[in-house]
């Protein structure tokens, strides 16, 4: 069964406006990383957080970590046409074993 | 560097058919993984290996067999394609930091049992 689970399951917003998706896991985990996935491409890595971080940055990217509710978010701020991808959460609890959520397709309209 | 390659990149096969998917890295990696990503889903892993010569299951390994002979290939083989298979795999490979580690990914191979 899937560690991770994204919500929405898709996401549709404008040029310039800001994007928000959540992931929820059941176990407890190492790391959590967010990748990113253009149609028909292989994953590419955005940012990963550890446990025992809180919130990270990376350019446009915000990620935060409740382990206490098990959930992390990805905020990408001033959405650009080039960030239309689909998003997915990994966990992570032992090294080289990764479990990933089903994703949330997030549509940027220019 | 070339990063993760697999190939091929299209594969049709008949139900019944064996065959082999390479994936080769070339970053020294030691943990290399094999995931199939089915239509509106996200990646399940099928088998990963934390180095030469080990190997190991993940959550959907019935039907596909790897070996790891050397650090830089990770090959996945069906032994009997069936139309369940038919799906987009993935092989990606990454580096241990602590415990915290990114993977990368290669460009996937596309595969449709008949």
């Known amino acids: 069964s899937q560690q991770g689970e994204e919500d929405p399951q898709a996401l549709s917003i404008q040029e310039g406006e800001n994007a928000t998706m959540n992931c929820s896991y059941k176990t407890s985990i190492n790391n959590l990383q967010w990748y990113r996935q253009n149609s028909g491409r292989g994953l590419v890595h955005l940012i990963l957080?550890?446990?025992?971080?809180r919130e990270k940055h990376s350019g446009r990217l915000r990620v935060t970590l409740d382990t206490s509710k098990k959930s992390s978010s990805l905020l990408i701020t001033a959405s650009r046409a080039a960030d239309t991808a689909s998003y997915f959460c990994?966990?992570?609890?032992?090294?080289?074993?990764?479990?990933f959520g089903d994703g949330t397709t997030l549509t940027v309209k220019p | 560097n070339a990063g993760v390659t697999q190939t091929p990149k299209f594969q049709v096969l008949k139900t019944g058919q064996s065959m082999t998917l390479q994936c080769a890295q070339d970053?020294?990696?030691?943990?290399m993984s094999w995931y199939r990503q089915d239509p509106g889903m996200g990646l399940r892993l099928i088998h990963y290996s934390v180095g030469a010569g080990i190997t190991d299951q993940g959550e959907v390994p019935n039907g596909y067999n790897v070996s790891r002979s050397t650090t830089e290939d990770f090959p996945l083989r069906l032994l009997s394609a069936a139309p369940s298979q038919t799906s987009v795999y993935f092989c990606a490979s990454s580096y241990a930091s602590g415990i915290a580690y990114e993977q990368y990914f290669g460009p996937g191979t596309r595969l449709t049992v008949t």
């Open positions: 990994a966990t992570d609890t032992n090294a080289g074993k990764s479990t």
């Open positions: 957080i550890r446990s025992n971080e």
């Open positions: 970053m020294n990696h030691e943990y």
